[in-house]
């Protein structure tokens, strides 16, 4: 019978391995599935995969959305890999994605029409601080009262998307908006607008700062105490205790950090590509960064290549929608085919499969 | 007639309204005793939804329908539960990707089923008893499906309390670990209790699509599922709260809408956030008075279980 | 089926009226022509009726053109990214169908000079965009004239969707024709805060009958509400598209949108080189706004009162919105004989005298 047996450290081999064998199940499982529906299964996944990439017609267009696109993601998802690995669990990201950027429109709008330099700056901190202080209910409940945090975080999504529908509907609507819910837009206030650094390449800030997270985020994480102790933490609590490792004010911290880098990937978002607050603001980044943590292995390389990878099935299945006609339901599907086999073959660099006489199973 | 709303009705339509998340959190309920979250419940109810849809127009039997739901769901949660403990995949991630897995399979399937009736689910025959005042329409006057549903409130409540078989599961859920060391094999009851959850929330889903609606569209369930997991945090756990969870959650929407019908203005936003901010109190208000050692949540929640021997 | 029947008629007479335009440019190559949907055809609404309309064009123009869709965009960051695959997969035309594509689709429509946009009920212009949209108020003035005679406990319920001048707009539209023809008929409206939502829409239908309505309209798209009318006995109005399974009773007649005449004029136009950028609000007149198929279930007299109104106003000799009227509150409107200008009607937000319940903000 076969059985898994860990591996003392994950398989450096593997962790590169997998991804690519889980692309490659995909791509025979999504096939079968392109090809029942009719359509030429080389021709869709070559659409998905490569035309983003290379196609000459839409590549310039779409390697940079990449980056528009899979900003966010990691901003999030680093942001979030903290948490997960010391075994805290905030699933609230699309909730404090939604507060930061409230909080920064906010900003924006007590400052309009001004130009004053500091605009955009401060909506940077009140989108960080939106995001942290959202995150930190459920932290000072857990510290206090020991109340579960994937639920609380959860149940403050829905909250938030109430609060993102009233601010649409009520104080934020666009005086000048004809009636139509919605706030003013903030890609036509140059104080308040994250607009392209360099034209044509699509870097706002936000990607910046998405880049900076995944530098900073493997500093932190293999050179600073602070990985060390989340790892501690996440693996031995009693150990880290030992060790001096105060769980309640970890707990805070880990909170916070991806409350704030939700919060900025909200702010960047509504300032920039967004543009307004709408009551169909958030579209789930802050669950899929989730996702893509586990994807990334929560190692902030591997989450800027699992963002990239969702980003491109996100833009590559477009393509495909428009040059084959392929509906929207076989791209999602077809995500949630690659999403189950890139979680599922995690297990090869985790743990050895060895063939074993039945013991006391 | 309370502000021009009469309760007895309000009563009788709440719970209409409130069977489908009753069954998907009764049945995530149980997948979360034996130690599982599963975050995939919404796409299990849309592949429950159109799979008894399918079913239940070709055939023309809604019960052969409600049957095909429960093993669409419970085929994505078999899914979900090899991932998640064979494959030792986390359970957030997987549960999220199952959800997006479901809505894109079910509007792939649902292709051309748009615009179809299904066959009607009647009333179960209560004679002369459904025309008893205020009892009769509270009581006496639904399908057959919802009394399944408050049934299967009784039987979870029992299963999980009297059998030994529920004594396991529960221990499953709060320690894998002794648990595995006593014996039980941990990993096949929590994937006996997901297909469960599975399947409920695939009757949850084609209560929407065969009874509520009723009718194919996709997107159909529109964040049930979500609803139902925050149902069962609500409940602490206990099938019995999740009735009343559930209740309250469909009643403030009903609630709200009916208010309205009766010309009473009301915030909506602020209404419809009110459950998950009471859900967050309940959780807060458990979790203080009894301490960190017992808040309610099976203490495996979540976790990974791989034996390591 | 009988929606089909009536469908094939008016794509008939579109044919008619285009054909002899459409020959000169038959030997090119085929017009590409986008389309951006904000959900998926099988929601039996408002995406829907874009999508048939898209057909009949196909159907109209044969090879002359190829259409391209991407469906599911969000509104926001997301659609402008759509917008511009379109325009890089070399469509020419554009229809982007919801409001919310507005800010997206002018930003777009500055890169890309030579395409042509066509914006749904949106308000911005630009040279290279047209904005469009439907007068349905027209339509459900007629439907609120049969509701106004068919009520027998004069109570005749509204499943709203937001606050928002087009909702707005429809609900006193009907009303006014109700009172018209019914001084004691009263307007019920529920809002539910969604466009599309199945179980919700059920729910709120059933609310309204139980507070004793007989007569239900609604301006959500699905036809859950439809349902419950069938089961309560009561009669109902088809939105957006016809809803003709549930007729005679209790679909009793409907409020659709037709966009084919329009989407198959605006292409001949590009085809002719004759595309200017104009600001449409199509009414009876035109084929967009359709009342559906009169059903048995009504009585011949009432049925022929709604007619000759239908009549009137296509004809432009009644205007919906004519003095003398007065706001909720009692203050002036319209005075005697005056009619409301765009402007006004586009920006409503208030009820008019008589509706009882508040308007939310």
């Known amino acids: ?361 | 007639m309370i502000a021009g709303i009469d309760p007895v009705v309000l009563i009788a339509s709440l719970m209409a309204a409130s069977t489908p998340i009753l069954l998907a959190a009764l049945g995530e309920l149980v997948a979360e005793r034996s130690g599982v979250l599963n975050l995939g419940v919404e796409g299990m109810m849309i592949t429950g939804a159109i799979c008894g849809f399918i079913v239940a127009v070709h055939t023309g039997s809604p019960f052969l329908g409600f049957v095909a739901a429960a093993a669409g769901g419970a085929a994505l949660a078999l899914l979900f539960a090899f991932l998640t403990q064979v494959l030792l995949s986390n359970q957030v991630a997987t549960g999220l990707a199952a959800t997006l897995f479901g809505l894109g399979l079910s509007s792939l399937m649902g292709q051309g089923y748009s615009g179809i009736k299904p066959p009607p689910t009647a009333n179960v025959p209560f004679g002369p008893l459904a025309h008893l005042p205020v009892l009769g329409p509270i009581l006496f006057s639904h399908d057959w499906v919802l009394y399944f549903s408050l049934a299967l409130v009784v039987g979870t409540w029992a299963f999980l309390k009297y059998t030994r078989a529920g004594l396991v599961l529960r221990a499953v859920g709060e320690n894998h670990d002794a648990a595995h060391a006593l014996g039980y094999r941990v990993r096949l009851i929590r994937t006996l209790a997901l297909a469960h959850g599975g399947a409920c929330a695939g009757l949850g889903g084609a209560y929407l699509s065969l009874v509520r609606v009723p009718q194919w569209t996709e997107g159909i369930t529109a964040g049930a599922g979500w609803i139902a997991l925050a149902i069962v945090v609500f409940a602490s756990w206990r099938p019995g709260r999740v009735l009343l969870g559930a209740y309250i959650f469909g009643g403030v929407s009903v609630l709200q809408l009916r208010l309205q019908a009766a010309g009473i203005a009301i915030p909506v936003q602020i209404l419809s956030m009110a459950p998950y901010l009471i859900t967050i109190l309940v959780l807060v208000v458990m979790s203080a008075r009894r301490g960190r050692a017992a808040i309610g949540a099976p203490a495996a929640l979540g976790r990974v279980f791989h034996a390591s021997d | ?361």
Request: charged residues 15%.
């Open chain 1, 1 to 361: 019978m076969l059985t898994l047996e860990k591996r003392p450290n994950p398989s450096r081999a593997w962790a590169i391995v997998t991804p690519i064998l889980a692309v490659i199940l995909t791509m025979i499982a999504g096939g079968l599935m392109f090809a029942v529906l009719g359509k030429d299964p080389v021709e869709a996944i070559r659409t998905i995969f490569w035309d983003p990439l290379f196609n000459a017609q839409f590549a310039s267009y779409s390697r940079p959305q990449l980056l528009v696109k899979a900003g966010p993601l990691v901003l999030i998802a680093v942001g979030l890999s903290f948490g997960f690995r010391a075994s805290i669990w905030n699933i609230g990201a699309e909730g404090q994605y939604i507060m930061g950027a409230i909080a920064a429109m906010g900003v924006a709008l007590a400052f309009y029409p001004t130009n004053y330099w500091f605009v955009f700056p401060l909506m940077v901190l009140a989108g960080a601080f939106g995001g942290w202080a959202w995150a930190m209910i459920p932290a000072f409940l857990k510290n206090r009262y020991g109340t579960n945090e994937i639920l609380v975080s959860l149940m403050l999504v829905y909250v938030a998307e109430n609060i993102e529908s009233w601010m649409a509907f009520g104080p934020m609507r666009n005086p000048q908006g004809m009636g139509f819910p919605g706030s003013r837009n903030l890609q036509q206030y140059p104080a308040a607008h994250n607009s392209e650094l360099i034209a044509g390449t699509g870097l706002h800030w936000g990607v910046v700062t998405a880049g900076l997270a995944v530098i900073i985020g493997y500093v932190l994480l293999k050179r600073h105490i602070f990985g060390f102790n989340i790892q501690v933490a996440g693996q031995a609590p009693r150990a880290a205790r030992f060790a001096g490792v105060d769980p309640k004010r970890l707990f805070s911290l880990c909170m916070g950090l991806s409350g704030a880098c939700a919060g900025l990937a909200g702010m960047f978002e509504v300032a920039g590509p967004a543009g307004q607050i709408t009551d169909s603001f958030n579209v789930g980044y802050g669950f899929t960064a989730i996702i893509v943590a586990y994807l990334g292995r929560l190692h902030p390389i591997g989450i800027l290549l699992a963002g990239l990878l969702m980003a491109l099935t996100y833009i590559g299945g477009e393509i495909a929608q428009l040059s084959l006609n392929l509906p929207a339901a076989a791209i999602q599907a077809f995500q949630g085919m690659l999403l189950f086999f890139l979680l599922g073959v995690d297990v090869l660099s985790n743990y050895r499969i060895r063939i074993k006489r039945r013991a006391q199973a």
């Open chain 3, 1 to 361: 089926m009988k929606r089909r029947d009536f469908l094939a008629g008016t794509a008939a007479t579109g044919t008619v009226l285009a054909s002899g335009l459409a020959t000169q440019a038959s030997a090119a190559e085929p017009l590409k022509v986008g389309f951006i949907y904000l959900g998926v055809p099988g929601d039996g609404g408002w995406t829907y009726e874009h999508e048939q309309a898209r057909l009949k064009m196909v159907k109209h123009f044969g090879n002359k053109i190829e259409t391209k869709v991407i469906q599911n965009v969000p509104e926001g960051a997301d659609a402008e990214r759509s917008i511009t695959q379109l325009c890089l997969a070399g469509c020419k035309l554009i229809f982007t169908t919801s409001f919310g594509y507005m800010d997206p689709t002018i930003n777009v429509a500055k890169k890309f000079p030579n395409v042509k946009f066509e914006m749904c009920t949106g308000y911005k212009d630009a040279p290279n965009v047209s904005n469009y949209g439907g007068r349905f108020y027209q339509g459900r003035a007629v439907i609120g004239n049969i509701a106004g005679h068919m009520t027998k406990t004069n109570k005749i319920g509204y499943i709203a969707t937001f606050p928002i001048p087009e909702v707005v707009r429809g609900i006193n539209s009907a009303f006014l024709y109700a009172r018209k023809v019914n001084p004691k008929a009263e307007m019920k409206v529920v809002w539910v805060n969604t466009w599309f939502d199945p179980p919700k829409e059920a729910d709120a239908a059933q609310a309204l009958i139980d507070s004793g309505v007989d007569v239900l309209m609604q301006h959500t798209d699905s036809t859950a509400a439809m349902a419950k009318a069938k089961d309560a006995g009561i009669l109902a109005f088809g939105q957006d598209s016809d809803m003709m399974q549930y007729a005679p009773k209790p679909r009793i007649s409907s409020i659709m949108d037709n966009w084919a005449p329009y989407y198959i004029q605006r292409a001949q136009d590009v085809m002719d080189g004759k595309w200017t950028a104009k600001d449409s609000w199509l009414g009876i007149d035109t084929g967009i706004v359709q009342v559906g198929e009169i059903s048995s279930a009504v009585p011949a007299a009432v049925k022929a009162d709604a007619m000759a109104l239908h009549d009137r106003i296509k004809a432009g000799t009644e205007h919906v919105f004519t003095g003398p009227l007065n706001k909720q509150d009692g203050s002036a409107w319209l005075k005697a004989g005056e009619t409301a200008s765009d402007g006004a009607l586009l920006g409503m937000n208030f009820y008019v005298e008589g509706m009882t319940g508040k308007l939310p903000s």
